[in-house]
């Protein structure tokens, strides 16, 4: 009988508590959450539909979209509930424009949920779809130019010799958008993340106009990856890795009739050309951080097929070209100094920055052309390319980088059993603009 | 009689337009289970435009499995569950003549509700605009308008804007109307004839240049050009070539970002305009040098080049049109980084066009008056 008592006065104290108006007129019930959560499960669905990314945190969501430029939203809804009335407070924010909105709905019908979700449904896509908020406050471009003197000296003595120079002009552009999500994993789909690098020399003597007139150029582009981010710009890391494909090239010289071999000079000196389509290589590239400076490490990896030249194509006599191997002889008529080939290239880069005021960096590129015409048997050539180059910088500004890059290039080829090697040195003081 | 004026297809072509039209959205949504609900009301309210008629009559509601009804002047306009009722009326004279649109019915939530257009008399994009707008009231018929138009339309990429009005007060909010403008593109199927002209088009200037140098090409020549010969290329297959170092690393290179960007511009993605980039190639190799033996390495460099460079040089293109000023300097980087994108966006201009609609709720006693009043008026 007691505790029949207790079972009963427990009962009445429940019973009394959610009749009560204090508890009937709490700030938010879970009704309303969950309409919160509908709501925003439903917008995020259209914005699937029109290529945004989604990502929903309770009664928040935030979304971004790359396509060739970067686009947030932010979601937030709080919800407040009296009597019969429940209020949702609706604040979208694309980037960086802000709107907000009250919306009052009865909660007491079997039709309110509806009439709430499409009315506040709606106003966000309303501020999704608005032709004057197109362009995006935030900008995934990075880009610098650089411009400068560089001289290249023909043999391995290490430093270059004073007649031999150019004006040198180079520019980088990074579309990364993923940095600016904030988010700590990103997935990366083709072209989310891709890199242009591009520098030529310019010859200034006269007599020997377009001789080492260097030009090269790379662009790498992820078709799967990762982008990881934590921290803070002061104690953090952000990482980009995942599977690329991209091209790069390197020629001494432009015009064919002076590069080749008709051309005197470049008859005679060693030198190395390729054009290399990274079919398939795996590229990490991580930033790190501190108080101290930002740190960088940017490694790739592939294969895939190539055009080079080799060592054993040079100092040839017009009379002795007949002797050439047959992977040239390929070439009859064309007087080329090149084989067809499956390139591996792996290329590093350590970069310390903002260490006060300076840059300090330093890159290995290295490469293995092995010959792989299948048309052409029993010759064999191959070439071993390695590049060493380390630099020093100061800002002068801010944005604007003085800069001192040495590069090591050696040079070593295989034809039928002979080898030959080559080493040469470029010295470059460059003027670098940062624009962000 | 189709008003020719109004039409800018005539005969065959137009009927196969208005057809596939019907088709596709035949099998859209469960379009057609949805629209065998619904009784069409046609009226034109002014008299010598008779544009309603002229579709019925050419077959363009045929496929709705509705029932339709066209009304003549003397005819009073009901609104009732299961019509919809689709008017017209032309205001202007000359040459700015506006053909009017409105369409009236009730959604599954029992709101009143009427949607409004104009497009200049003569647009190319009327029977598209008026399909999208009898697809949002068809649908509308198991849910509300508003719950259709973002189902549907609010998805769509060629929706660029949306507004939405509440009533305001301490009552319920509720939605009283909206507004959306939706640019009407080619289709996918002018899509696909364009970057296939396109292709053709630049191949025929590659060729041009090749017959300009053809003492330099002559020396590759190995094929007769005649129908024996093109056999022999086909079954010699491929081999790599022996051309120079920057006809194979930088000239095929560029003719594969032409190529990727001509198709990125005709509104197809990175993995489609590679194809379309290995199609131009292809075409190059077999067609355009066809006394030659098809070239492995132009083969793979060309596509290859053409996605990595393509689309490296167009995301930079986008990237110049945004950070720089308006003007001369913008137009030369922009052409100069991803000529296509310009070029068709241009053209893209020429045909597209955009309407504007508007959705409002109203008073059923009011709407029909309203109506018959406004419509007959004109």
Sequence with gaps: ?436 | MINARYYPMKGMIRKITLSILAILLYFSNSFAEEASRYSIALFDATAGFSILRDLRDDGFFNSLSTQLRYLASNQEISLTSGTITLTSSLTGSGGTETANFALLGIDGGNHHYRISWQLERGSGITEDALLRMLNLAINSGSHTITDAFLEGIASQSDVHAFTVSYASGESESTITGYTATIEIGPSPRHYFWRTTAELVVLNSFGLINYFINKDANMVDWEYQPNWEGFKRKITDGWCLDTNNFRTNSLYHIYAGIIYYQTARSNNYGPLASFIWSFAGSTFWEYIGEYREQVSTNDQIFTPMGGVIFGEGLRQLGLYAERSMRPGILRGFVCFVLDPMRIVNRQLDRWIGDAFTFNVSFINPAHSIITEAIVERTR
């Excluded at chain 1, 424009?97 to 009439?115: A, D, L």
Aim: with cysteine; glycine share 6%.
């Design chain 1, 1 to 436: 009988m007691k505790r029949f008592i207790i079972y009963l006065w427990s009962a009445q104290i429940i019973t009394a508590l959610l009749m009560s108006s204090s508890f009937a007129d709490i700030n938010t019930s879970h009704d309303d959450d969950s309409l919160t959560l509908s709501v925003i499960t439903r917008y995020s669905e259209l914005l699937h539909k029109r290529g945004w990314t989604t990502r929903i945190d309770g009664n928040t969501l935030k979304a971004f979209q790359f396509a060739a430029d970067y686009n947030e939203i932010n979601v937030v809804i709080s919800s407040h509930r009296k009597n019969t009335l429940s209020t949702f407070d609706v604040e979208i924010r694309k980037n960086e424009k802000r709107n907000h909105h009250i919306f009052t709905f009865h909660n007491n019908t079997p039709e309110h949920r509806e009439k709430a979700k499409t009315a506040i449904t709606a106003y966000l896509i309303s501020h999704t779809i608005s032709p004057e908020s197109a362009t995006a406050s935030k900008s995934p471009h990075f880009v610098w130019f650089s411009a400068g003197y560089s001289r290249t000296h023909d043999n391995s003595e290490i430093f270059p010799e004073n007649k031999r120079g150019g004006y040198f002009l180079s520019m980088n552009y990074t579309y990364d958008p993923s940095r600016l999500t904030g988010i700590d994993r990103v997935h990366l789909g083709f072209a989310d993340y891709m890199t242009i690098d591009m520098w030529a020399v310019f010859d200034n003597d006269p007599q020997n106009r377009n001789y080492v007139n260097e030009n090269f150029f790379n662009f790498d582009i992820i078709f799967y990856g990762t982008h990881r981010q934590a921290g803070t710009i002061r104690n953090g890391f952000r990482l980009v890795y995942g599977f690329y494909t991209g091209m790069e090239y390197f020629r001494p010289g432009w015009k064919d009739n002076i590069l080749l071999w008709s051309h005197d000079l470049y008859r005679e000196q060693p030198h190395i050309q390729y054009m290399i389509w990274r079919a398939a290589g795996w590229g990490f590239s991580g930033n790190w951080y501190t108080p101290y400076g930002l740190y960088s490490l940017v490694f790739m990896a592939g294969l895939g097929p190539s055009i080079n030249s080799s060592l054993f194509a040079i100092g040839w006599g017009p009379n002795e070209e007949l002797a050439r191997s047959p992977l040239f002889q390929s070439l009859t008529g064309s007087k080329q100094n090149f084989y067809y080939s499956t390139a591996y290239p792996v290329s590093l880069y350590v970069a310390a920055d903002r260490l006060w005021r300076f840059r300090l960096s330093i890159g290995y590129n290295f490469c293995f052309f092995l010959s792989s015409d299948p048309a052409i048997k029993g010759e064999e050539a191959y070439d071993i390319l390695h590049v060493i180059k380390p630099s020093a910088g100061f800002y002068a500004a801010e944005n604007v980088l003085v800069q001192l890059n040495y590069e090591r290039w050696h040079v070593h080829s295989m034809l039928n059993g002979d080898h030959l090697s080559h080493s040469w040195n470029r010295l470059c003081m460059e003027l670098k603009y940062i624009i962000r």
